[in-house]
């Protein structure tokens, strides 16, 4: 079974509104991240958070994480077309080296 | 930047072929890794490998191998080659703790006919 779920499975905002993605995840974690993957290409890093932090920021986007609740979301702000991609998150289990991937939130921003 | 180059964007070989996909990548990174994704299924590691001539296997194995004959590159082997391996293939690089921060190369869309 897969260890992280984003959702939702896809989002279509217009250009300049804020796009929320979420992600679950079953067992504790070591830090969680998001990736960002244009069509067709490789997926690009955006940001990683640890299990001991609730918050981090990058620009435009901020990433919370709700351990109690084995969730994480990640904003994007003032959304751009160039943002147009599909966003992964992926967890690394406590103890363990592999990193696990969900199966992406598609997200749309319309000019 | 970190530059991870995979030889080929698109490949289409015949079932049972052999196939070799290849991985550069020019900053020195100890870790390297290769995964396929496929539609529905996320990314699926295959192998990966902390150091030169070191593998171990990932989630899904079966049907590969890999080689790490030099620290730069890293090559996945399909020894025959099977319609179910029809996939993208994406190899990434990191540096220190395995797992933080991979860098992705650009993807190979193999068709296997």
């Known amino acids: 079974s897969q260890q992280g779920e984003e959702d939702p499975q896809a989002l279509s905002i217009q250009e300049g509104e804020n796009a929320t993605m979420n992600c679950s995840y079953k067992?504790?974690?070591?830090?969680l991240q998001w990736y960002r993957q244009n069509s067709g290409r490789g997926l690009v890093h955006l940001i990683l958070i640890r299990s001991n932090e609730r918050e981090k920021h990058s620009g435009r986007l901020r990433v919370t994480l709700d351990t109690s609740k084995k969730s994480s979301s990640l904003l994007i702000t003032a959304s751009r077309a160039a943002d147009t991609a599909s966003y992964f998150c992926a967890t690394v289990l406590t103890g363990a080296n592999n990193l696990f991937f969900g199966t992406g939130t598609r997200l749309t921003v319309i000019p | 930047d970190v530059k991870v180059t995979q030889s080929s964007r698109y490949l289409v070989k015949r079932t049972g072929e052999k196939v070799f996909l290849e991985c550069v990548q020019d900053m020195d990174h100890e870790n390297m890794f290769w995964y396929r994704q496929d539609p529905g299924l996320g990314l699926r590691l295959i192998y990966f490998?902390?150091?030169?001539?070191?593998?171990e296997k990932g989630d899904i194995p079966e049907g590969y191998s890999v080689s790490r004959e030099k620290k730069e590159r890293f090559s996945l082997i399909l020894e025959s080659a099977s319609t179910n391996q029809t996939s993208m293939y994406l190899c990434?690089?990191?540096?220190?703790?395995?797992?933080?921060?991979?860098?992705f190369g650009s993807g190979t869309q193999l068709s296997v006919l």
């Open positions: 990434a690089s990191s540096s220190g703790q395995p797992n933080e921060k991979l860098f």
């Open positions: 490998s902390y150091d030169v001539k070191m593998k």
């Open positions: 067992t504790s974690i070591n830090n």
